[in-house]
């Protein structure tokens, strides 16, 4: 019983060390497990420092790419002569992209690709209109050469003046032809026999018309005088001076029908007054 005793204070002593050095060996392990975590935090904190530094210097390069892509924006719509409600449209447009690829420099890539494709293709275009222009040009140029060719072929006939020549026009188109020539201001008309009617700045009046014959008889009234046409024929320049500084007037009748009716023009000198609007 005695031994008993004895031997118990060495047995709990040793039990004692064991716990305490368990304890030792997990304080140990804490230790080290803290000291690489630790080092794992500081290495992963080093990591997110690098990326927001990346971040920084991307946002930085975003925002000069942005500057850069508004200037060569505005310079190109110079260029083209664009709008400012066209150039708000296509600074919309950029905004939208850029809010679309911030997040991602590869898709700020691809952005500017974009947009170099559409610069090009606007380039192109106004190659395009350039070149449709051209065509207008030369278009034009040979209409006014067919112009300057129909007018030097527009027949020219002696007024009943005596010693005075004139250019007439034979119809409608030849009178459009002789008014793009500007040196002239022309009244086209339609007379009734027996009509009596304002006709620029001058009355006309249809005595006779003779259609069988193509001639007829009219009176001009200007300036408080009557000139008398008589029997004369058609796309004949019928001649008088009228005015405050007396100018060359004539008459040319085209036509003459069946129901006593002749069509022609009054030609009268870009210096002679203007009749009252609504005549």
Request: contains cysteine.
């Amino acid at each position: 019983m005695s031994e008993e005793f004895e031997n118990a204070p060495r047995t709990y002593s040793g039990a004692l060390l064991a716990v305490i050095a368990a304890a030792l060996i997990c304080a140990l392990g804490g230790l080290i497990w803290s000291y690489v975590l630790s080092g794992r935090v500081s290495s992963q904190k080093t990591e997110l420092d690098e990326a927001t530094q990346q971040n920084k210097q991307l946002a930085a390069k975003l925002r000069e790419t942005d500057a850069r892509l508004n200037v060569a924006t505005e310079e190109l719509g110079k260029s083209l002569g664009l709008t400012q409600k066209q150039m708000d449209a296509r600074a919309q447009e950029i905004i939208r992209r850029e809010q679309a690829v911030e997040a991602n420099t590869a898709q700020l890539a691809t952005a500017q690709k974009q947009t170099a494709q559409q610069v090009s293709a606007v380039s192109s275009a106004v190659s395009d209109v350039k070149t449709d222009v051209g065509g207008v040009k030369t278009d034009l140029g040979k209409t006014q050469s067919d112009l300057a060719t129909t007018i030097s072929q527009l027949q020219a006939v002696r007024g009943d003046l005596s010693g005075t020549n004139s250019v007439i026009a034979r119809n409608h188109d030849e009178l459009v032809m002789l008014e793009h020539k500007g040196d002239r201001n022309f009244y086209e008309f339609t007379l009734a026999k027996g009509q009596k009617k304002p006709v620029g700045t001058v009355s006309l009046e249809l005595k006779k018309a003779d259609a069988k014959k193509s001639k007829f008889t009219l009176t001009v009234y200007a300036d408080d005088k009557e000139y008398e046409k008589k029997d004369r024929n058609l796309n004949e320049p019928l001649q008088f001076y009228a005015g405050k500084d007396p100018a060359l007037f004539e008459v040319v009748v085209n036509s003459v029908s069946a129901k006593n009716t002749v069509k022609g023009y009054l030609s009268v000198p870009k210096s002679a007054p203007v009749p009252p609007t609504g005549q």
